[in-house]
C-alpha cells in the first residue's frame, strides 16, 4: 500500500508560478514511477509530468516547458515546479505512484489560474 499527500496548490495570477508537493506517507518501497495528473470537470484526467525510477521524465504535450518534475534525494518525494501558468492549467492536480503495476492516487490539489 502507498499513500501520497500532496500540498502547494492554490490561487495564483495568469503568468505566476506554483510549486506542488506529494510525500509518500506510507509504503516503504520505492515506486516505479510518480508524477501529476489534472483534472477538469467533464474532462478525462491527463498526465501532467512523470518521473520513472532511474530518472527518466515524461511530460504532457501542452507542457511546452513550462513545468519541471523532480524528487528528493530518497525518492519519497515529488516536486511539481510550475511557471508561466495560464487559466487553462485551473484543475485539480494528483499525484500518482505506480508500484508493481498498481496505482496510487493522492486526494488532489486545486490549482486555481485567475486574475
Known amino acids: 500500500q502507498v499513500q501520497l499527500v500532496e500540498s502547494g496548490g492554490g490561487l495564483v495570477q495568469p503568468g505566476g508560478s506554483l510549486r506542488l508537493s506529494c510525500l509518500i506517507t506510507r509504503g516503504s518501497t520505492i515506486p516505479n514511477s510518480m508524477g501529476w495528473y489534472r483534472q477538469v470537470p467533464g474532462k478525462e484526467r491527463e498526465l501532467v509530468a512523470q518521473i520513472f525510477t532511474y530518472g527518466v521524465k515524461n511530460y504532457g504535450d501542452f507542457v511546452n516547458g513550462r513545468f519541471t518534475i523532480s524528487r528528493s534525494d530518497d525518492k519519497k518525494t515529488v516536486y511539481l515546479q510550475m511557471k508561466s501558468l495560464t487559466p487553462e492549467d485551473t484543475a485539480v492536480y494528483y499525484c500518482?505512484?505506480?508500484?508493481?503495476?498498481?496505482?496510487?492516487w493522492g486526494q488532489g490539489t486545486q490549482v486555481t489560474v485567475s486574475s
Open positions: 500518482n505512484a505506480i508500484l508493481f503495476g498498481n496505482n496510487y
